[in-house]
């Protein structure tokens, strides 16, 4: 059973910088994506960046992120210590929410259908 672990939420200001990270319990042959989601209050679930982790990419395309963060965050995943990070930078108070790391099987690792295992969140604080 693989579990998830996040740190590194907390208060940020407008137009600081944040880091986040996940540790995973095992290794990656149970998933091939890993992401992060966040969710506001009242809000849906949104997905904010996703890394193909088990080697190369068969869309040659990884990370990817939606425009709403493109540019401003970086997810970066390290093997040895199946740990994903996300740096985000020029935060805004929209960025406020739980964020989630999760971990699955998928080709874009986009969509919340491919992930499987998922963390239980670390608040991030814009203000």
């Known amino acids: 059973h693989v579990q998830l672990v996040e740190s590194g939420g907390g208060s940020v200001q407008v137009g600081g910088s944040a880091r986040l990270s996940c540790v995973g319990s095992?290794?990656?042959?149970?998933?091939?994506?890993m992401a992060w989601f966040r969710q506001a209050p009242g809000k849906e679930r949104e997905w904010v960046a996703g890394?193909?982790?088990?080697?190369?990419?068969?869309?040659?395309?990884?990370?990817v992120y939606p425009d709403s963060v493109k540019g401003r965050f970086a997810i970066s995943h390290n093997r040895a210590q199946n740990a994903i990070y996300l740096q985000m930078e020029s935060m805004k108070p929209e960025d406020t929410g739980m964020y989630y790391c999760?971990?699955?099987?998928?080709?874009?690792?986009?969509?919340?259908?491919?992930?499987?295992?998922w963390g239980r969140g670390t608040q991030v604080t814009v203000s």
């Open positions: 999760a971990a699955g099987f998928g080709t874009w690792c986009h969509k919340d259908t491919d992930y499987s295992y």
């Open positions: 095992e290794y990656t042959l149970d998933y091939n994506c």
């Open positions: 890394i193909y982790t088990a080697g190369v990419s068969p869309t040659g395309i990884t990370p």
